[in-house]
């Protein structure tokens, strides 16, 4: 059974810095993509970022150049480091395998302050 548990959110003002983790297990975690998503409470869901097996990774637009996704196979844990943090920014953060939304997690909250 997939198991991702998501940490590290909480409250930052604008322009500050957070770090997620998702420590995963139940699967065959370096064989397959991991993609951060958030929920914002006006916007709605979108995928923020994904990292494939080989390493190869994808960003969302407007995160493009302030995020930065990561894995440690050894850890079976994968991480978004969040930079020059904007309110916009605010909302529950889940990671998934592969854009599987069923997959996600319980999320972590992120709220940016102005």
């Known amino acids: 059974e997939v198991q991702l548990v998501e940490s590290g959110g909480g409250l930052v003002q604008s322009g500050g810095s957070l770090r997620l983790s998702c420590a995963a297990s139940?699967?065959?975690?370096?064989?397959?993509?991991m993609t951060w998503a958030r929920q914002h409470p006006e916007k709605g869901f979108e995928w923020v970022a994904n990292?494939?097996?080989?390493?190869?990774?994808w960003y969302e637009g407007t995160v493009k150049d302030r995020f930065r996704i990561s894995r440690d196979n050894a850890k079976n844990t994968v991480y978004l480091q969040m930079n020059s943090l904007k309110p916009d920014d605010t909302g529950v953060y889940y990671c998934?395998?592969?854009?599987?939304?069923?997959?996600r997690g319980k999320g972590t909250q992120v709220t940016v302050s102005s």
């Open positions: 139940g699967f065959a975690f370096s064989s397959f993509a």
């Open positions: 998934a395998v592969d854009f599987q939304y069923g997959t």
């Open positions: 990292i494939g097996d080989d390493g190869r990774t």
